[in-house]
C-alpha cells in the first residue's frame, strides 16, 4: 500500500511563511508528479502548484512569487515553502501523487489527508 503523511500546517500572521511536507511511503517504484492543492470554505478544490520528478514545476497565478515547490527524490518527499502568506491562502491543503508501484504498470494517483492552513491577525 502507499501512503502520504503531509505536515507543517498551523496558524500563521499575513506576512509570514510556513513550509508543508509531504512524504510518501509504501511499495513504490517511480514517482511521476507530486503537487499541492488547495480547497477554502465553499470553494472547489484547486491547484496550487505541481512538479515532476524531473524538476519541471508549475504553479498558480494567486500564488507565483511566494510559493515554492521543491521535490527531494531520494526521500519521496515534497515540499511546499509559502511565504508573504495572505488570508486568501487560507484553505486546507492537499498533497497529491502520480505513481507507479512495484508489480504493476499503471500509473495511480494518492491524496494526503490534508493539512489547514489558516492566515489571520
Known amino acids: 500500500q502507499v501512503q502520504l503523511v503531509e505536515s507543517g500546517g498551523g496558524l500563521v500572521q499575513p506576512g509570514g511563511s510556513l513550509r508543508l511536507s509531504c512524504a510518501a511511503s509504501?511499495?513504490?517504484?517511480?514517482?511521476?508528479?507530486m503537487g499541492w492543492y488547495r480547497q477554502a470554505p465553499g470553494n472547489q478544490r484547486e491547484l496550487v502548484a505541481s512538479?515532476?520528478?524531473?524538476?519541471?514545476?508549475s504553479s498558480a497565478d494567486s500564488v507565483r512569487g511566494r510559493f515554492t515547490i521543491s521535490m527531494d527524490n531520494a526521500r519521496n518527499t515534497v515540499y511546499l515553502q509559502m511565504n508573504s502568506l495572505k488570508p486568501e491562502d487560507t484553505a486546507v491543503y492537499y498533497c497529491?501523487?502520480?505513481?507507479?508501484?512495484?508489480?504493476?504498470?499503471?500509473?495511480?494517483?494518492?491524496w494526503g489527508q490534508g493539512t489547514q492552513v489558516t492566515v489571520s491577525s
Open positions: 497529491r501523487a502520480n505513481l507507479q508501484r512495484y508489480g504493476s504498470n499503471l500509473r495511480t494517483i494518492y
Open positions: 512538479i515532476t520528478n524531473g524538476g519541471s514545476t
Open positions: 509504501g511499495s513504490i517504484f517511480r514517482i511521476y508528479t
